[in-house]
C-alpha cells in the first residue's frame, strides 16, 4: 500500500481501539444539537465521528481520539457529557 | 507495572499521588521517589504514552536536568540538525533549510520522539524510583476537606495523599473540576492530527539528506486552507511524523473536516515525494495549548494541588519553535522541588512558584507573550507563502518574453497579495509582538 489520500474510516482502522460497549464517554442531546445553528462539531472532529443525517446528528464515540476538541467548541452545550473512557477503553497509540 | 487490581486500598495514604504519566508527571513523580517520598503515579491508559500524541520533538536539557545524561539513555528517534520552513503555493514551495550538525554536538539539543517509546521508559525510570503506578485507571475527580484538596477518587476507590500534582494534559479536567481552570477558550489551542508513515531507513536518510541516527524537522507553512495553523513533519527512526494542526474556532467557521484538509496537505505535490511509499501505521489527534502564557492560568495550584505540563498551559508555539514537552518536564522538577521544600503541605503552592521562577520557567513564558500575537495575521498562513512562492517564480521563470524590471514585479507580486496598509500593519504587529 503506497500513501493515498484515505477516508476518515481508512484512517481510523489504523488505530487500536479497545470500545466501552458499557459506558459512552461522551453523550450529546440531539434536541439541543437541532437547534444549533453552526454545527462546529463536523468539520473540527479529527474522526468525524460527527455526522449529519437528515437534520440530526449522528455520534458514534468509537473512533474517538480523546482528544477534546468537540468538548472545548460545543457552544451550546448539545455535549451533555464528555469525559475520557474509563481506564484501559478507548484509543491505545502504538506510536504516539 | 501494576493492575487495576493491584489498585491500592481506601485506606492507603501517599505523600504525594500524580495524575498522569506523561513527561510532566513521570518527571515530577521521579523527582519525589528519588528524595525518598511515598508516591503513587495514576494513568489512565495501559501504558504511559498509550494515550499521547506529539508532533514531535524533545529538547534534550530539559531531560538532563532532570538527571545529567538521560539525553543519551532515552529511547528517542533522530537528533535534529536539519531544521526547514516550507512555504506552500497550490503546485509549488519554497523550502529553506538550515543544516548545522552542531545542533547534535556534543550533546543533541533536540530528538524526535514518539510517546509510546519514550512515555515508558520515563515512567519506568519513576517506578525504578520507587513511584508506586497505577495504570488503566481513570481519575475522576479530587477529594476535598476542609478546603484543601486530600486526594483522589477512581471509580470506587479514594485515595489519599499530602499533595496532589494534576499531569493529566491539555484538556486540564482535573483542575477544572478543582475550580482552577475555566472552560478552555477554542481560540487559545491548536487541533493536531498526525499520521505516521513508515519508510525504509535508508529511503528516509536519503530523502532527507541525514546520516544515521540524524534527522530533520520541518514546518510548513501555507498548508492550511488559510486557516490559522501549520503542518509539520519529523523524521524518526523509519517512520515520519507529518501532521497539521489548526486553530479548531476558524476550522468550525468553514466547511471542510480537518481530516480532509490534512489529507490534502499530504498529497501536496511538494510533501508528498517525501512520503511516497510509505505505509500508513497510525492517526493520532490531541489539542496544544497555543496562547502561550495566557493560556497559563491565573491560579496554578490551591492547597493541596499542583497543576503541570499542558494542564498549566505550559506550552509555546513561536511559530518555528514548538516546545511543550521540555516545558512539562521543567515543570514536573519544579513541583516536585516545591514539594520537597515546603514545610507543611499547604506551602508546596507558594513554593512551586518560586521554583519555577527558579528554573527560569515564568521567565521563558514571559518572554514568548507576545509571539501568538504573530500567529493571528491572517496573511502568514495564506498570502505571504503565496508571496514567497510567486517572487521565486518570477525570479525563476524564463521563456522567450523579456522579463519585467525585479522591483515592479515584486510590487505587483505584493499587491496583488495584500494591500500596503496591510503589510504595513503586520510589521507593525510583528515588531511589537516580537
Known amino acids: ?96 | 507495572m501494576e493492575r487495576q487490581d493491584d489498585m491500592p486500598g481506601e485506606e492507603d495514604r501517599f505523600d504525594t499521588i500524580v495524575i498522569g504519566a506523561g513527561p510532566a508527571g513521570s518527571a515530577c513523580a521521579y523527582t519525589l521517589a528519588k528524595a525518598g517520598r511515598n508516591v503513587l503515579m495514576i494513568e489512565r491508559g495501559d501504558d504511559a504514552g498509550s494515550k499521547n500524541v506529539t508532533g514531535g520533538r524533545l529538547y534534550t536539557y530539559a531531560l538532563d536536568l532532570l538527571e545529567p545524561g538521560w539525553s543519551a539513555e532515552a529511547p528517542m528517534e533522530r537528533k535534529i540538525v536539519r531544521e526547514q520552513i516550507m512555504l506552500l503555493d497550490k503546485q509549488s514551495a519554497l523550502t529553506l533549510d538550515y543544516a548545522d550538525r552542531g545542533f547534535a554536538d556534543p550533546v543533541p539539543q533536540s530528538y524526535s520522539i514518539l510517546r509510546k517509546r519514550f512515555d515508558p521508559w520515563l515512567a519506568d525510570k519513576a517506578e525504578g524510583a520507587g513511584v508506586t503506578t497505577a495504570y488503566g485507571i481513570l481519575v475522576d475527580d479530587v477529594i476535598v476537606k476542609e478546603g484543601r484538596v486530600a486526594g483522589v477518587v477512581a471509580g470506587e476507590d479514594e485515595i489519599f495523599a499530602d499533595v496532589v500534582v494534576a499531569a493529566d494534559g491539555v484538556n486540564a479536567l482535573i483542575a477544572q473540576k478543582a475550580g482552577l481552570r475555566g472552560e478552555i477558550v477554542p481560540s487559545s489551542v491548536g487541533i493536531g492530527v498526525k499520521e505516521i508513515i513508515a519508510l525504509p531507513v535508508d529511503v528516509l536518510e536519503n530523502r532527507f539528506l541525514v546520516g544515521p541516527h540524524e534527522g530533520a524537522a520541518r514546518v510548513f507553512l501555507g498548508s492550511t486552507a488559510g486557516l490559522p495553523g501549520g503542518g509539520f513533519l519529523y523524521t524518526n527512526e523509519d517512520t515520519i511524523s507529518l501532521g497539521m494542526v489548526v486553530n479548531p474556532e476558524e476550522l468550525g467557521r468553514q466547511s471542510r473536516p480537518i481530516h480532509d484538509l490534512f489529507q490534502d496537505m499530504k498529497m501536496h505535490p511538494s510533501i508528498y515525494p517525501l512520503i511516497a511509499d510509505g505505509m500508513s501505521m497510525e492517526y493520532g489527534a490531541h489539542l496544544v495549548p497555543e496562547g502561550g502564557l495566557r493560556s497559563v492560568p491565573q491560579k496554578l495550584y490551591r492547597d493541596g494541588l499542583l497543576l503541570v505540563g499542558d494542564a498549566a498551559g505550559y506550552a509555546v508555539n513561536a511559530g518555528i519553535i514548538l516546545r511543550g514537552m521540555d516545558l512539562a518536564i521543567v515543570s514536573g522538577i519544579a513541583a516536585a522541588r516545591a514539594v520537597l521544600c515546603a514545610v507543611k503541605p499547604s506551602d508546596a503552592g507558594p513554593e512551586y512558584l518560586k521554583q519555577l521562577d527558579e528554573l527560569k520557567l515564568t521567565a521563558t513564558m514571559k518572554h514568548f507573550a507576545g509571539w501568538p500575537d504573530l500567529l493571528t495575521i491572517p496573511r502568514l498562513f495564506s498570502a505571504y507563502p503565496l508571496i514567497a512562492n510567486d517572487i521565486m517564480r518570477f525570479l525563476f521563470t524564463v521563456d522567450h518574453s523579456v522579463p519585467a524590471k525585479i522591483p515592479k514585479a515584486v510590487r505587483e507580486i505584493l499587491e496583488k497579495h495584500a494591500s500596503w496598509s496591510g503589510l504595513l500593519a503586520d510589521a507593525w504587529k510583528g515588531f511589537r509582538a516580537l
Open chain 1, 1 to 96: 500500500m503506497t500513501i493515498r489520500k484515505q477516508t476518515p474510516e481508512e484512517l481510523l482502522a489504523l488505530d487500536k481501539f479497545a470500545v466501552d460497549e458499557r459506558s459512552a464517554h461522551i453523550v450529546l442531546d440531539n434536541q439541543i444539537c437541532k437547534t444549533c445553528s453552526s454545527k462546529p462539531c463536523l468539520v473540527v472532529c479529527p474522526a468525524t465521528l460527527y455526522r449529519l443525517q437528515g437534520g440530526d446528528i449522528q455520534f458514534d464515540y468509537a473512533g474517538c481520539l480523546e482528544c477534546g476538541t468537540c468538548r472545548i467548541i460545543c457552544a451550546n452545550k448539545g455535549l451533555t457529557k464528555w469525559s475520557y473512557p474509563r481506564g484501559s477503553f478507548g484509543v491505545s497509540f502504538r506510536y504516539g
